[in-house]
Nanobody, 124 residues
Framework: QVQLVESGGGLVQAGGSMRLSCAAS????????MGWFRQAPGKEREFVAG????????YYADSVKGRFTISRDNAKNTVYLQMGSLKPEDTADYYC?????????????????WGQGTQVTVTS
């Protein structure tokens, strides 16, 4: 079992930047594809970005492409989401998740373990 703990959320002005971190427990972190998702009030959880086990592949939602960067440090059991040019519509609870499925799945139900989430609020 993998335990995931997000950190780094908070309040930021539009146009600003923020980095989220997700620390994983256990010694098998490098065997999981990692994803970041977000959920705004009244909306469904949506895929934001994903990264393969060895960090050779990444995938982004169109809404964040060019503004967000996902990365991972397998030695530190941590995945990051660097967010830039933030917009009010990026406001949401952000979650990291892990999966052993092939590729970088987008549907939330293809991820097995989830963190508790961290809130990001972007003010205009």
């Amino acid at each position: 079992q993998v335990q995931l703990v997000e950190s780094g959320g908070g309040l930021v002005q539009a146009g600003g930047s923020m980095r989220l971190s997700c620390a994983a427990s256990g010694r098998t972190f490098s065997t999981y594809t990692m994803g970041w998702f977000r959920q705004a009030p009244g909306k469904e959880r949506e895929f934001v970005a994903g990264i393969s086990r060895n960090a050779m592949m990444t995938y982004y939602a169109d809404s964040v492409k060019g503004r967000f960067t996902i990365s991972r440090d397998n030695a530190k059991n941590t995945v990051y989401l660097q967010m830039g040019s933030l917009k009010p519509e990026d406001t949401a609870d952000y979650y990291c998740a892990s999966t052993r499925r092939i590729g970088i799945p987008r549907p939330p139900n293809e991820y097995d373990y989830w963190g508790q989430g961290t809130q990001v609020t972007v003010t205009s």
